[in-house]
């Protein structure tokens, strides 16, 4: 019966002689090829490594162990070795990306309540995003612009989009509400300027760029805000970066708050309308439903 050795510890005596034995094999073909054959220093290297090969054959119990054997199970060995690094790095940088897109644990699409009809086709609209993002990618960026009343699931359906692409396929997501975004930029909550021109070139150049509650309760967006928003998303389509918009505006009156320059710049997207209605899906916090 053939018998099992691990070969994944570095300090393993069977997975050094085998490595030794790789090496020197790996000279032997080199000679070959420089055509240094009848090298006396090789013929004993070829002596040892026939030697070393007898001695592995005797060690783990009988001839079926020939050098390819050996080699095979060591190749197997490592590569799950390989597997499993890359597993954990995978994970590692999912951990990574969730925590700088600054994400509630609760936006997935399992929490989302798949039997309310007036959900339905927004989820199917956001997986179809998620589907073609790649593609977007490629052709100038992706958009939703998603529209309605508060609490009615706007965040949470983004929020869902953005777990989907980093968990499934490691996108880069920055979340977050346009009134953060003004008091960090225009307000000097980020006082030093090199860092102020780091967080505009994030917004500019991270893969989805998710800006909620646009123009919140505001019939007019401060000109220079406007003026901002619309060249941010200029240089997003240009440089291929899809974007969701949130907002309590319909597009028409989104339009009046936010001005001609800025609602054109989404408008380049050729952006997909999701209009989330109904009462609020907000749970309760003791006695206020409101």
């Known amino acids: 019966q053939q018998k099992e050795y691990p070969m994944t510890d570095p300090h393993d005596p069977l997975r050094q002689e085998l490595e030794e034995i790789e ?4 000279r032997i073909a080199k000679a070959k090829q420089d055509h240094r054959v009848h090298d006396p220093e090789l013929s ?3 002596g040892g490594l026939l030697e070393r090969i007898r001695r592995l054959q005797a060690q783990t119990g009988g001839g079926q162990y020939d050098y390819e054997t050996l080699r095979k199970e060591y190749d197997a060995k490592a590569n799950a070795e390989v597997r499993e690094l890359q597993k954990a790095a995978r994970q590692e940088r999912i951990q990574k990306l ?37 593609h977007w990618e490629k052709s100038g960026g992706g958009c939703m612009l998603i529209y309605g009343d508060y609490g009615t699931g706007k965040s949470t ?3 869902a989009v953005a777990h989907e692409l980093i968990e499934r396929h490691q996108k880069s997501v920055i979340f977050q509400q346009w009134a953060s975004i003004v008091d960090r930029l225009f307000f000097n909550v ?3 300027q090199e860092e102020r021109n780091q967080y505009r070139r994030a917004l500019e150049e991270v893969e989805l760029l998710i800006i909620d509650e646009v123009a919140a309760n505001r019939a007019k967006m401060a000109e220079s805000q406007s003026s901002f928003l619309g060249h941010l998303l200029r240089r997003r389509r240009n440089l291929s970066k899809s974007v969701i918009i949130i907002t309590n505006h319909s597009p028409q009156s ?11 710049a989404i408008k380049a997207f050729n952006p997909v309308d999701i209009h989330l209605s109904g009462p609020s899906r907000r749970p309760s916090i003791g006695h206020y439903n409101g």
């Open 254 to 264: 989104l339009h009046q708050a936010i001005g001609d320059f800025s609602f054109e």
């Open 98 to 134: 969730i925590a700088q897109a600054d994400l509630n644990p609760d936006w997935i699409f399992e929490k989302m309540d798949a039997g309310d009809p007036a959900l339905q086709y927004p989820m199917e609209t956001a997986r179809y995003f998620i589907s073609g993002f790649e």
């Open 44 to 46: 004993q290297h070829v």
């Open 157 to 159: 359906l983004a929020g």
């Open 23 to 26: 090496a020197k094999r790996r």
């Open 190 to 192: 980020i006082q030093d």
